[in-house]
């Protein structure tokens, strides 16, 4: 069967980030997770945007077969994958998270550290629907964060990269 | 208002006999935003922090008078402005553009509005009574009743629940935006209630509050009708005060975004219930609102105003019937 890994892994990145941050909050029910930028009208808040932004090898192995754990027949390399996770709230909404209520900047700063604890913390056995072997991951520091006027957004973004093993 | 100057121009007289030759003269609805106060510390583990109270900067809740720290009037009470009335002319009438975007696709537009004299609108109902109202500045809202998707007749009736419209079977409701009407009575308005049918099942969107009438007057209220939850608060004045009204539901609430008009997904009524007493309605409108938002103001003082406005928020009913 043909190797899908990039799907495999921007899927569980998704649902990983989503599992997490949301049993964080009082009603587990508040933080959408969409895989591209939502369409106007499919836009809800507050929300965590994934946009893959680069991918490719990143570290050949001599001879090109690789041996962890059984895999001893298999050839392969060391493969990387570049995202930028956007987080987007709007100047109304609130999340309560334990009986303290969040909104605006306050909330940015909520969602940007324990996103990037969910990312820490993702369980890739509990969410890939391939067998995945990562070997890395990097996240990077959160940027852009600001206010849009014009549409009362407050937002930020960060940079994180993945390097798994591509075996075929 | 006698003691205003109309200037050469006399746009009040203008709009007024215009708006019997085109639709280009708009009834408005002029909203401003509350300003919230924000939240802010004047304490430490183990007592009080030194100086005036540590602003965060991000908004709380509530708009109400803020009176923590030395510094204790730096907020005063500014509720939302929700003030119909304005007449307005307005140029081009309808401007939609749809821009692709990262976001998707978007509808923006500009126009220009040409209103009276501030001295005028100063002077209006509900605009010279509230003590909120200064002038029209950027960024506030003014709503403009863009396509009346739903209209009912005219009620009068002696009684303490009003069934003002039963909708026909099949009404879709994802296309409306707000619910306005001019209501006079002697009695006091305790509930708008839309009910419609969601997947089968019954559900409602309330709102409530305790709005004393007039009987000698009509007063015009306007309600928004999409993505409440319950809890959620409108303001209705009445010569300049504010009744607050509060979202909620008798059964669950209703989001009209998803009666897409099958005939278990559709509108079933507007029910008011007031105090006991005769209670006249007219112009009753469920419309599709055009939210426009102020850019810039040129005051040609005695005469007119030329305000600049911008759209920022336009969906495509196509995409807000599907996705609900």
């Known amino acids: 069967m043909a190797k899908d890994y990039l799907n495999v892994i921007e899927r569980a990145l998704m649902m990983g980030i989503s599992d997490k941050i949301n049993t964080l909050t009082a009603t587990g029910d508040d933080i959408y997770v969409f895989g591209q930028f939502p369409e106007t009208e499919d836009l809800k808040f507050p929300c965590i945007i994934i946009q893959q932004i680069a991918s490719g090898v990143q570290e050949k192995f001599f001879g090109e077969n690789i041996s962890f754990g059984n895999d001893t027949s298999e050839t392969g390399e060391a493969y990387g994958i570049g995202f930028m996770i956007h987080l987007m709230t709007d100047r109304d909404t609130k999340v309560t998270v334990g009986s303290t209520d969040y909104k605006q900047r306050r909330l940015l700063n909520w969602l940007m550290l324990n996103v990037a604890n969910a990312l820490q913390d993702i369980n890739w056995d509990t969410y890939e629907e391939e067998d995945l072997e990562i070997l890395e991951r990097h996240v990077l520091a959160w940027n852009d964060i600001g206010f849009m006027p014009q549409v009362d957004w407050y937002g930020a973004s960060c940079r994180m990269s993945i390097v798994f093993l591509n075996k075929r | ?324």
Request: proline share 2%.
């Open chain 2, 1 to 324: 208002m006698s003691n205003i100057k109309l200037g050469r121009v006399n746009m009040p007289k203008l709009l007024r006999q215009m708006r019997h030759r085109t639709s280009q003269v708009r009834d408005l609805v002029f909203i401003r935003d509350p300003i919230y106060r924000k939240e802010t510390k004047t304490t430490k583990s183990g007592g009080t922090l030194a100086g005036p109270a540590v602003n965060f900067g991000y908004e709380s809740d509530s708009h109400a008078a803020q009176t923590e720290g030395t510094n204790a009037a730096y907020h005063a009470d500014s509720p939302e402005l929700v003030l119909p009335g304005l007449k307005c002319l307005q140029s081009p009438i309808i401007s939609r553009v749809g821009t692709l975007e990262r976001t998707g696709h978007r509808i923006t537009g500009a126009c220009s509005f040409y209103t009276p004299s501030l001295d005028y609108i100063l002077a209006m109902d509900n605009f010279s009574e509230t003590t909120q109202f200064n002038e029209l500045e950027s960024y506030d809202k003014l709503i403009d009743i863009e396509r009346i998707i739903e209209r009912a007749d005219d009620y009068s009736a002696t009684a303490t629940s009003h069934t003002v419209k039963t909708f026909a079977d099949k009404t879709s409701g994802y296309q409306l935006d707000r619910l306005q009407f001019k209501i006079k009575s002697g009695t006091t308005l305790t509930k708008i209630a839309l009910s419609g049918n969601e997947g089968g099942s019954t559900k409602s969107l309330t709102w409530s509050g305790s709005l004393a009438l007039s009987s000698s007057e009509y007063i015009t209220i306007d309600v928004p009708l999409r993505d409440l939850e319950a809890g959620d608060k409108t303001s209705v004045y009445k010569d300049g005060v504010r009744t607050e009204l509060t979202a909620g539901t008798d059964n669950t609430i209703l989001d009209i975004d998803k009666l897409y008009g099958a005939s278990t997904y559709d509108l079933l009524s507007l029910v008011l219930t007031t105090s006991s007493g005769l209670v006249e309605l007219k112009d009753i409108y469920f419309y599709k609102e055009a939210e426009w938002r102020i850019e810039a103001i040129k005051d040609y003082r005695d005469e007119y105003m030329e305000v600049s406005a911008v759209r920022v928020r336009g969906e495509r009913g196509s995409r807000r019937r599907a996705y609900g």
